[in-house]
C-alpha cells in the first residue's frame, strides 16, 4: 500500500517559517492536498492540488510537491496555526484514500 | 452552503452491524465530480479512511475494513448510508463524513461533518 510519511512535530517560534513535509514514492506526480485539525473539530481543507488554496485560507499557507516530498509552508507563523496538519492523496493504483500520520505544529 | 451532518446509534453492541447516516445540503450527488466519503478516528488514533461512493455510484472501500462495509445513496433525500457488521469495541470511533470534488478541488475533502461518536460494548 501507498505510505505518507510526516513528521510527528515541528515547533517554531512566533513570526517564523514552518515546514511541513509529506513523503511517499513519487508523490510529486500525485496531487496532494493538506488539512488542519485542531482538538474536537473535523478536518479543514488548507491546501488541495498541491499548491492551491481555498477561498478564506491566508494567504501565509503555501504548498510544494516535487519528487518524493510534498511540503506544507506557513509563513509568519501565529500561535493560531498551532494544530495538527495532514496530508492526503489518492492512491489510484488500489482506489484508496491515503492520509500522513500528522505532524503537530507548536508555535513556541 | 454545503454542510454535511452524520448520524446513527451511540452505542451499539460487539457483533452488531452498525448504520450511520451522511445527510447533506448544498450539492447533489447527482453532479459529475461529487463524491462523498467516510472516515473514522478511535480515541487517541489517527483518522482513517472507510469508504467512499461517487455520483456515478462507484464505490471503494478500504481494504482492511472492506468485507464488513456497504455504502450507499439516496440522492432524491441527499443522504450517503454506510453499514459496518460485526462490531467490535475496536470499531470505537468518531465516524465523520466529507465531500470530496475530483472537478473543483482536484479530489480534495472540502467540507466535512462534525462527526457522530460510536461506542462498541455490551
Known amino acids: 500500500s501507498y505510505v505518507l510519511t510526516q513528521p510527528p512535530s515541528v515547533s517554531v517560534a512566533p513570526r517564523e517559517t514552518a515546514r511541513i513535509t509529506c513523503g511517499g514514492d513519487n508523490i510529486g506526480g500525485k496531487s496532494v492536498h493538506w488539512y488542519q485539525r485542531k482538538p474536537g473539530q473535523a478536518p479543514l481543507l488548507f491546501i488541495y492540488?498541491?499548491?492551491k488554496r481555498p477561498s478564506g485560507i491566508p494567504e501565509r499557507f503555501s504548498g510544494s510537491n516535487s519528487g518524493n516530498t510534498a511540503t506544507l509552508t506557513i509563513s509568519r507563523v501565529e500561535a493560531g496555526d498551532e494544530a495538527d496538519y495532514l496530508c492526503q492523496v489518492w492512491d489510484s493504483s488500489r482506489n484508496q484514500v491515503v492520509f500522513g500520520g500528522g505532524t503537530k505544529l507548536t508555535v513556541l | 452552503q454545503v454542510t454535511l451532518r452524520e448520524s446513527g446509534p451511540a452505542l451499539v453492541k460487539p457483533t452488531e452491524t452498525l448504520t450511520l447516516t451522511c445527510t447533506f445540503s448544498g450539492f447533489s450527488l447527482n453532479t459529475s465530480g461529487m463524491c462523498v466519503s467516510w472516515f473514522r478516528q478511535p480515541p487517541g488514533k489517527a483518522l482513517e479512511w472507510v469508504a467512499i461512493?461517487?455520483?456515478?455510484?462507484?464505490?471503494y472501500y478500504s481494504t482492511s475494513l472492506k468485507t464488513r462495509l456497504t455504502i450507499s445513496k439516496d440522492t432524491s433525500k441527499n443522504q450517503v448510508v454506510l453499514t459496518m457488521a460485526n462490531m467490535d469495541p475496536v470499531d470505537t470511533a468518531t465516524y465523520f463524513c466529507a465531500r470530496r470534488t475530483t472537478v473543483m478541488t482536484r479530489g480534495a475533502f472540502d467540507f466535512w461533518g462534525q462527526g457522530t461518536m460510536v461506542t462498541v460494548s455490551s
Open positions: 492540488f498541491d499548491t
Open positions: 461512493i461517487d455520483w456515478d455510484d462507484e464505490k
